[in-house]
């Protein structure tokens, strides 16, 4: 077996979240999916930003985030994502490395730019997010370093990725190389998985062996599976994958390990300032305590405290100290 010399590398989106607060009324004239994520060209996305208000860049990514919530719980992570030689890109680089996070994708010379992520939030805390992942749906599997993955307790990958024909090449042959070397895998759900042919293909995937752990919402996990009732959710999923994670928002989470599920509730939060990026923080957690080895139970209440943090400010990376509040 290869020697071991990182808890978690992540395969995603490397996107620079570009934030800014609106009203209900903004949302409606955009014909903006509220609390959702729509795709965005070039020139789509350039027309939104130049009609959004004042806005503050950060790196971002679901799976980037969830390194970042790694890499401050402690845990040796790396990613790996496809940014362009542009201002953006050099934001990107520099913020995971800053943070701890490995990351040696080597530059695209543009076009296409960086990814962006135009995030406008609502006076509830909801999130509506408005993507172009340019350059970052041009990750090959060229870009990817078999040892990284070989040398890594889990490879956690972005179901955002999934859909482009070269990052899900990528994706896959990770997969294999981390079975192959007896290590964990875990694939997070996007909503844009859950409908038409790319559905398909991440059931293929989940009947094929080659995840060991799904996360995904409770919205997410009723789309991919077309039942009605999470009980049947879990049952439809529990044999094929070896720990089902579902997050459900105010009420909880839940995770089904070999058919044995554990509940807990949601961590208290005095108020819910920006829900971006709490998937990724309650993943994060999560695996953080997989890695510590603890059991599901505790990796729950980690995967929440994390995820607590992160909607308490905005920005969908933690700001206070998760290692403390987590304490592994």
Not at 37 to 53: P, R
Not at 65 to 70: F, I, K, L, V
Not at 185 to 193: D, K, M, R
Not at 295 to 323: C, N, Q, T
């Amino acid at each position: 077996m290869i020697p071991q010399s990182l808890d978690i590398v992540a395969i995603g989106d490397a996107i620079v979240d570009v934030i800014a607060t609106t009203d209900d009324s903004f949302i409606e004239k955009h014909r903006l999916p509220k609390g959702g994520m729509q795709l965005l060209t070039y020139e789509q996305a350039d027309e939104l930003y130049a009609a959004m208000g004042p806005a503050r860049e950060i790196s971002g990514g679901s799976a980037a985030n969830s390194m970042a919530g790694a890499a401050a719980l402690g845990l040796n992570a790396a990613f790996v994502g496809q940014v362009a030689d542009d201002q953006l890109g050099a934001i990107f680089a520099h913020d995971m490395r800053a943070l701890g996070v490995r990351f040696e994708t080597p530059a695209l010379k543009s076009p296409p730019p960086t990814g962006r992520c135009l995030i406008l939030v609502t006076p509830d805390g909801q999130r509506t997010m408005n993507t172009c992942p340019a350059a970052s749906h041009e990750l090959t599997v060229a870009a990817m370093d078999p040892e990284l993955v070989r040398s890594a307790t889990v490879t956690f990958l972005e179901g955002y990725l999934w859909g482009p024909e070269r990052p899900r090449a990528a994706m896959l042959e990770a997969a294999r190389i981390a079975h192959a070397a007896d290590r964990t895998v875990a694939f997070t759900l996007s909503e844009s998985l859950c409908i038409g042919d790319r559905r398909e293909g991440v059931l293929g995937m989940i009947d094929a062996g080659l995840v060991d752990i799904l996360f995904g919402n409770e919205h997410e996990i009723r789309h991919l599976t077309g039942c009605s009732s999470i009980e049947d959710c879990i049952a439809s999923l529990s044999s094929k994958v070896e720990t089902l994670v579902i997050t459900l928002g105010a009420a909880g989470s839940l995770a089904s390990k070999r058919g044995e599920v554990s509940q807990i509730a949601a961590a208290p939060v005095t108020k819910v300032v920006d829900t971006t990026g709490a998937g990724d923080l309650f993943a994060a957690g999560f695996l953080a305590a997989q890695c510590r080895n603890r059991d599901v139970f505790d990796s729950l209440h980690a995967g929440a405290i994390a995820a607590a943090e992160v909607i308490s400010h905005f920005g969908a990376r933690p700001e206070a100290d998760l290692k403390q509040l987590v304490n592994l």
